[in-house]
């Protein structure tokens, strides 16, 4: 799991970057706010740890822009501002939670396993893991900006993965979301059908690094998730 801290005082990164590799996770860091936002736009984080006060662009601004962007990977804004008014603020721009500096790191850990205990907010409409994005209101899937033409069987197993991105998904499961719960194979279907996904997906008529995202969990199904 990757945290992404965006925050400009070297000190306090550190601190974070220590404790939170003690806890297992791996950290990505950014100094400023415009390189922070665009780590968030282009990577898939389990966390993003917020600073407020940033150069280039302020933390309550990255987090209004994520939002709206419809990512919705979950903030914690860290702020040595502590007025309620801020805490107002941070929360309506869309963060989780947040922190007034200074804070203990067992109190931030207990934070960011409270936040990522919560259901995963994500939106109904388009749903993005890495650079694969499924825009449902468009009907369009792209990676890497480019789009993929995907058949409607396709385009429902890819949902199916998506929606349940990081899980194992059972074979039986895809079958029925795809052809319907009184559906029985006969020539493998499943596997057939996966395969020309992953072709179009991870494979040779994607334009880019190819990083693969669909991955086979032999005896039960598949899993989609960047990492394996
Ligand atoms: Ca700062």
Request: charged fraction near 35%.
């Amino acid at each position: 799991m990757t945290i992404l801290i965006i925050e400009d005082e070297k000190k306090i990164v550190d601190i974070l970057k220590i404790g939170l590799k003690g806890q297992r996770y791996s950290v990505d860091v950014a100094y400023d706010g415009e390189e922070g936002l665009e780590r968030a736009l282009k990577n898939d984080y389990a966390l993003i740890l917020l600073d407020i006060m940033l150069p280039k662009k302020d933390g309550l601004a990255i987090c209004k822009e994520l939002r709206e962007r419809e990512i919705h990977t979950p903030i914690i804004m860290l702020t040595a501002r502590g007025s309620e008014e801020d805490r107002v603020i941070g929360l309506t721009a869309g963060a989780d939670d947040y922190l007034i500096k200074p804070f203990g790191l067992n109190e931030l850990f207990a934070r960011i396993s409270a936040v990522l205990r919560r259901p995963k907010k994500t939106s109904s409409e388009i749903i993005k893991i890495a650079d694969l994005i499924m825009d449902k209101k468009k009907h369009e899937v792209s990676r890497a900006g480019v789009l993929i033409p995907l058949t409607p069987k396709e385009y429902k197993l890819l949902d199916t993965l998506l929606s349940n991105h990081g899980e194992a998904v059972k074979r039986r499961k895809l079958i029925d979301d795809a052809w319907g719960p009184d559906f029985k194979e006969t020539n493998n279907e499943l596997n057939v059908h996966i395969k020309y996904l992953r072709n179009k997906v991870d494979g040779k008529t994607n334009k880019t690094k190819n990083k693969p995202l669909i991955h086979t969990i032999r005896g039960v199904g598949f899993v989609l998730k960047e990492k394996i």
